[in-house]
């Protein structure tokens, strides 16, 4: 996981970086990180034409330090310095931006450059509040931004997030201790969680799910699930279910029957139509072990009043969800907005989107920028929800769960194809965990 670190957080980890290892090694292993990021953009440094715009600061030492090693690879480098910077940048094949990054507080007007340069920012581009992703005066806007030591909520929230361009990150080891972040391909590797002794009721999951109306939800959940690793699924329909769909052998239609306590979690809402809530209401009273909401079933007269259980239950609300619970308008600070509905609720929640945000009742956050517009169709969420379930009952905390399931989910979803449809996404989940984790 990529830590995600607030400029107070950043500056404290600076600070203690600086006193075990001196500004200057610092300096150049940043510098030199950029510098090596420019090259990959421009393919070949011999003959490029590079502007670079310094400040006072660390991001102005950085960029000097790799305008300086550009030069050695036969780049023609221009460095300006910031209080003297030109209006506009011309006849360059990349700018550099290390004009100001963390610390800026103030409007900065950069430069306008010609159509079709390259722009690389050092940390952020310069113009932007790290913490809101205000916009200060006139940033650039960047076709790469690299993020040092740690991402910023800047990068990846507020009116700043379309300035980023391409996000990548070079950590330097400034960081080793953070709460928040965002989820890497390599994170996956602990998803699966497997006992020699395991049977098929060690990680068995109920599904309170699908209606005459559609069922299709309901099956679809069940594969996600099933694609994630429950080793058996009882399936609770709104109405007879048995022969809508081609359910797969590993469920149990379960019918009108007690909750069976052998089940390590529920999935609950997807294709329960009007008045699921009600229905859901008695279904859920005396569950013990951990609930993922979803679709129909994100309703507040359902979330339980016990502090200890709601922590471990996952709500999975898309924007306009997300509105209809909170009665608020969608902000464009998600961060902020996703945290007040985690500890409103007492539950993790899980806010879909091109960036998914989950947060946890105590605050701490998962940030998910694996998603592809291949999973903008209609059942992509019903598949979420059941591999959400599956990795809880696989043994993940509910946080950890619904983070890897939904980067596990966008890698699938970049696998569909240009119109990809939901019912091919769980293969293509095998697939992912087989490349990532490995056969069993």
Known sequence: MIPLLGSAAMRV?????VASRG???????????VALEAKRMLGSCYGARVAVVVGPGLNGADGRVAASWLVTRGARVTVFDVE???????????????AFGLGCSRPYEAPTVAPGTLVLALDLPSGVDADTGAILGSPLGADVTLAIGALKPAHVDGPSA?????????????????????????DLATMVIRRFDDHKWSHALHVLAGSPLMPGAAE??????????????????RGDLAGLADWPPEMVHAGEGAFDQRCRSVVAGPGLGDGAAAWLLPRLHDVAVPVVLDADGLDRSIWPVSATAAS????TPHAGEFVRLTGRAMPVRRFDAVRELARESGCVVLLKGP???????????RIVRSGTAALATAGTGDVLGGLIGATIARGHGSLEAAALAAHLHGRAGALLGTYGRACDLTRAIAVVLERVVGAP
């Open 23 to 33: 500004s200057d090694a610092l300096v150049a292993a940043a510098g030199t990180a």
């Open 84 to 98: 003297h910077q030109p209006t506009t940048l011309a006849g360059y094949h990349l700018v550099i931006d290390a």
């Open 220 to 237: 679809l959940c069940v594969r996600g699930a099933l694609a994630g690793g429950a080793s058996m699924v009882r399936l609770t329909g």
């Open 13 to 17: 980890a600076d600070a203690a970086a």
């Open 162 to 186: 379309t300035l980023i361009g391409e996000l990548r990150f070079a950590g330097l080891g400034i960081v080793s201790t953070f709460d928040d972040g965002l989820m890497e391909d390599r």
């Open 355 to 365: 960036t998914t945000v989950i947060a946890s009742p105590e605050g701490h956050l």
């Open 312 to 315: 471990r239950w996952v709500l």
